[in-house]
């Protein structure tokens, strides 16, 4: 691949290439995403099955099988049958409070393996891969090619939903025990990304934390293809050791300098959960259930929307450095929007408040799991991988780790509480749930129109220029955080939607 140099108008250049090297430590890396999709796609998947709900929760069995009475909306409500699925996330959002400390002293590397080897023995608390992968991933990929590189992270965690739905469909078809293949394949991931981390490099950023020097430049003359990598060299020596003077990052990231981390750290995560796109890959069997598909028509309207997942993903690799970040959310969010109203109007039409139909004509059927597909295409070119790569690139190195945990503890806790209550909400809401999501999706849209910059194709060490640039964040960035060097450059709309221009 082609050799050069990146330069930005603070007249700092970083040579360096895509090299096949880096290309497959990425791909390694983002494998971590393997563990999260497929648990994300096995809950819903096991909650559908018959033999399933007749052994662990005999209540809700009944309610789908003898209850005729039962409104449709309802029949899956259950707060035992949603605290199942929705544990994982509980768990993660416990690990994701010390995988800060855990990343900071061990590196990516090891956060990862540990995570692996964690999930291998039982314990579901995967939060250490998922709060490394994403920084692994943004601090090795060469700046320019940061974003498709990042995505292959999500790339991987809907690869793992895919294959989770596939596995439900014909694990469904064995009576009796195939459930248990279903949640004993969770293994399998685990162990690739356990292994997986073993034959990674660590990051350069994360030796040098570590105080690994040497080690380092070596490690990035590697990963950037070239032996000219003194100019990056010092500057992240320089960011590391100013970020080694910061002596609490979970206060610091309170000072005003850090308000726009923190905002992003909190309202991506949460508004990535409002989207409604969990409950959907969550609940796809049980949804599709409940507005009348059988059993494994169900299954297999959920591997359709699986395979929708990947497909669309592949588009954000492609486009998220030609496109930028915030034409991706803003048109994911339009064509979201008019999709989950869609849904709603037909859902609405046929079932009512009362939810009496029993079954959807074909045609009917196949109209509103189109409109689910392109609802799910639109989230996996957009909000699902932006919403892990936008946080791991703008964070300063001194409170980088203490941000990411907040980022994905905050991301946890809103999967966990939607999770929990999404089948009461259908129950309560019916056909308006969506009309729920859809709300605020404008809501997001609106957010991220005003308040996120573009960070397309800037270095992370020079990321806060952009923040200096936008409209309302740059009054929060004090002129000595700004790199060596760093000139005033010229802003956008008013909205922010330019930060600084490579040249």
Excluded at 134 to 152: D, F, H, K, M
Excluded at 250 to 257: F, G, I
Excluded at 287 to 312: C, E, H, R, Y
Aim: proline residues 5%; charged residues 15%.
């Amino acid at each position: 691949m082609p050799a050069g140099g990146f330069v930005t108008q603070g007249g700092k250049e970083y040579p360096g290439k895509l090299t096949p090297y880096v290309l497959a430590t990425c791909i390694v890396a983002a494998m971590g995403g393997l563990i999260f999709g497929y648990d994300i796609g096995i809950s819903g998947g096991v909650t559908s099955m018959p033999d399933f709900l007749k052994k662990f929760f005999p209540s809700v069995y009944r309610k789908e099988t003898q209850d005729q009475s039962t409104n449709q909306y309802c029949k899956f409500d259950s707060v035992t049958l949603t605290l199942f699925t929705s544990s994982l996330y509980l768990a993660a959002l416990l690990a994701s409070l010390v995988a800060s400390y855990v990343t900071r002293k061990l590196g990516r590397k090891l956060s990862m393996l540990f995570g692996g080897v964690l999930f291998c023995a039982g314990a579901i608390i995967n939060a250490l891969a998922q709060n490394s992968v994403p920084l692994y991933l943004s601090e090795t990929a060469p700046y320019r090619y940061r974003g498709s590189l990042n995505i292959v992270f999500q790339l991987s965690i809907t690869i793992g939903i895919l294959i989770a739905n596939v596995l439900n469909y014909f694990f469904a078809k064995i009576h009796d025990w195939g459930w248990r293949l279903s949640l004993g394949g969770a293994m399998v991931p685990a162990i690739i990304i356990s292994v997986g981390a073993l034959l990674l490099p660590d990051t350069p950023n994360s030796l040098i934390e570590r105080g690994k020097r040497d080690e380092a430049i070596q490690k990035l003359k590697r990963v950037r293809g070239v032996d000219d990598v003194e100019d990056e060299f010092n500057d992240l020596v320089a960011a590391s050791e100013a970020s080694k003077k910061v002596e609490h990052p979970w206060r610091n990231l309170l000072q005003k300098k850090y308000r726009p981390h923190l905002t992003m750290a909190i309202a991506i995560p949460f508004f990535q959960q409002l989207t409604g796109i969990n409950v959907i890959m969550f609940y796809a069997p049980v949804l599709f259930k409940t507005i009348g598909f059988k059993d494994n028509a169900s299954l297999m309207s959920a591997v359709i929307t699986g395979g929708v997942n990947v497909v669309a993903t592949l588009v954000s690799i492609y486009g998220v450095d030609k496109w930028g970040r915030r034409f991706l959310f803003l048109e994911g969010g339009v064509q979201m929007f008019i999709c989950q109203v869609i849904v709603a109007i037909f859902i609405g039409v046929k079932f009512g408040v009362s939810g009496n139909a029993t079954n959807l004509p074909e045609w009917y059927a196949i109209v509103v799991v189109l409109f689910i597909c392109i609802y799910v295409s639109a989230f996996a070119w957009s909000w699902g991988p932006l919403g892990w790569l936008v946080p791991s690139e703008i964070f300063p190195l001194e409170i980088r780790s203490a941000a990411q945990s907040i980022n994905v503890s905050v991301n946890m806790f809103f999967t966990f509480v939607i999770a929990q209550i999404f089948l009461t909400m259908l129950c309560h809401f019916k056909f308006g749930l969506f009309l729920f999501f859809a709300f605020f999706v404008v809501v997001m849209s609106l957010f991220i129109y005003f308040f996120l910059p573009e960070t397309r194709g800037i270095p992370i060490e020079e990321m806060s220029i952009v923040w200096k640039n936008h409209w309302y964040w740059g009054k929060y960035i004090p002129d000595e955080d700004l790199p060596h060097g760093a000139h005033a450059l010229e802003m956008g709309k008013s909205n922010g939607q330019q930060g600084p221009k490579l040249v």
